[in-house]
């Protein structure tokens, strides 16, 4: 198993020690199915927030709620493998619900990064509560337009 991909007990360790060296830990959040140029842009800018990226991943199961059947196209180990090998992120960990309270309830971040096809009042009231509860900060990062997985499958589908 890679290093870089984290249990989320082992997510809260890892997130402990870093914040007990004063390092800021910055957290964000997505499905990462087919990797692409927008998605690289954007974990790097992510990164560019605090001294260490985690990454939480949705898993397999959630990703077919949230995105509906035929997805994901990766499993979801193989999607945190790719996202592992990335420069921009120290950790990814898996977490099996839609919504990544349960994830971001170990990384406790000190920023918690989004997508600019998010707002600060769009987010998900409990993901919202449990940011409040560490005094994270949010920060959204600018969408990079023409770059989305589900266009991209659009275009690669049957012709």
Known sequence: MNSKI??????????????????RVVATN??????HVGHVRYLAAARKLGDALVVGLNGDDS???????????????DRAEVLAALESVDYVT?????????????????????????TSDTLDSEERAV?????????????????????????????
Request: hydrophobic content about 35%; overall charge positive.
């Open 94 to 118: 898996i977490f099996p619900e839609k919504r990544a309270t349960n994830f971001l309830r170990p990384a406790q971040p000190a920023v918690y990064a989004k997508g600019g096809d998010y």
């Open 131 to 159: 940011l409040d509860e560490f005094g994270t900060r949010i920060e959204i990062i600018p969408f990079e337009k023409g770059y989305s997985t589900s266009e991209l499958l659009t275009r690669i589908g049957p012709k």
């Open 6 to 23: 984290l249990t989320l007990d082992q997510l809260r360790a890892e997130s402990a020690r870093l914040r007990a060296e004063g390092r």
């Open 63 to 77: 990703v077919r709620q949230l995105k509906g059947e035929g997805r994901p196209v990766n499993r979801e180990r």
């Open 30 to 35: 997505g499905c990462f199915d087919i990797l």
